[in-house]
């Protein structure tokens, strides 16, 4: 769910996983390790976790 909510995000609203974080006060280490421990990478070149 975590992952869903993040891509539509990041693809409808923020050019950057920076931007989003910045915008909702959110922790970027914290948000990468916890989709890291699912298995997810953020890849900046297209602005996805995958």
């Not at 959110?26 to 890291?36: E, I, M, N, S």
Request: aromatic share 8%; proline share 2%; hydrophobic share 40%.
């Amino acid at each position: 769910m975590l992952l869903s909510v993040v891509n539509t995000k990041l693809r409808d609203e923020y050019a950057s996983l920076d931007e989003l974080c910045k915008s909702l006060d959110v922790d970027r280490g914290a948000l990468t390790q916890r989709l890291a421990e699912a298995g997810f990478e953020y890849m900046p070149e297209i602005n996805q976790f995958r």
